[in-house]
């Protein structure tokens, strides 16, 4: 054929070479084609989604059915209102009268640790307690709105009592959990992170460093830092740059993994550190900064 003889000579191919470039050609073309010809097909020939419908409006059916068995807890049991004292209410009464079960714990559960409700507005200090719920349970409880003022020095409220006696102050860095709890707002969870915390640190070098600890407000802080004390001339445990490992470095509450990392890769290319001013030379670090962790490390 003139064609293929044409195409022969215009690419320089064999005969057989020829050939099959134009079946490939012929093969290419077909697939290019097949789809939007396969499309149009399809489109011309509506589908019969009955089978479909039936199944998704069973499916839907089932959800509406288990969404009305499925009530809120505050819509199955009915809120109620009734006098009550926080220092007697029973933990089912709390729930009736709209505590959620978490709120009702706490205020259990601060009762059974020696705590007491004196006014009303004390019920504003448990975590979680919203202003406008104790706004519409305030005319309910059996508190006083302000403690009366006594003429006698011997009638004096409990909170006075407490804030005469001088607390026994204690060393921080030689405190255990127990010791900690002694000190009010202190509770299991709270002791043990102050004692981690300062595991990880190597020892605290100021009081200011328990802001730093995960759940202490500053009203725990203060009231710890009234009862502890620091020795003047504690020595935190230090970690030696030039031989301490990555993972030993990130653990360092001051120490990031980036920062780890970046101190190991340093001694690995240039050698041991002479100061440990010299993280400088790696890291971003402020003078605050470098103020705050020159104490945990050295270089020898």
């Known amino acids: 054929m003139a064609w293929n003889r044409w195409f022969r000579n215009y690419f320089g191919f064999t005969k057989a070479q020829a050939n099959g470039s134009i079946i490939l050609l012929f093969a290419v073309t077909l697939w290019v084609f097949s789809q939007p010809v396969y499309r149009l097909w399809q489109s011309r020939n509506p589908r019969d989604f009955t089978h479909e419908k039936r199944v998704l409006d069973s ?3 089932n959800w509406k059915k288990e969404e009305q068995n499925i009530l809120p807890p505050d819509e199955e049991i009915p809120l109620s209102r009734f006098s009550f004292n926080p220092n007697q209410v029973s933990l089912e009464e709390l729930q009736a009268l709209g505590f959620s079960e978490g709120l009702s714990r706490r205020l259990i559960n601060y009762r059974n640790k020696g705590g007491k409700f004196f006014i009303k507005q004390d019920l504003l200090k448990l975590y979680g307690m919203d202003s406008s719920f104790y706004e519409s349970l305030v005319s309910w409880i059996e508190l006083p709105d302000a403690l009366e003022k006594k003429n006698s020095s011997f009638e004096r409220s ?62 725990v802080v203060e009231k710890i830092i009234e009862a502890s004390f620091i020795q003047p001339d504690f020595q935190p445990r230090r970690l030696n740059i030039n031989t301490a490992t990555e993972e030993e ?49 050295t270089v020898e």
């Open 59 to 61: 499916l839907a059916s």
């Open 158 to 219: 409990e909170q006075q009592i407490q804030a005469d006696i001088a607390p026994v102050r204690f060393d921080l860095n030689q405190a255990d959990t127990t010791l900690l709890k002694s000190v009010y707002g202190i509770g299991s969870s709270r002791s043990k992170r102050i004692v981690k915390f300062r595991e990880s640190l190597g020892g605290y070098i100021s009081t200011d460093q328990l802001y730093s600890v995960y759940g202490l407000d500053s009203a």
């Open 249 to 297: 470095l990130s653990v360092h509450p001051y120490i990031s993994g980036r920062m780890a990392r970046a101190m190991v890769t340093y001694r690995f290319q240039h050698g041991k550190y002479t100061s440990v001013d010299d993280l400088r030379k790696i890291l971003q670090l402020n003078e605050n900064q470098l103020n705050s962790i020159r104490p945990y490390l």
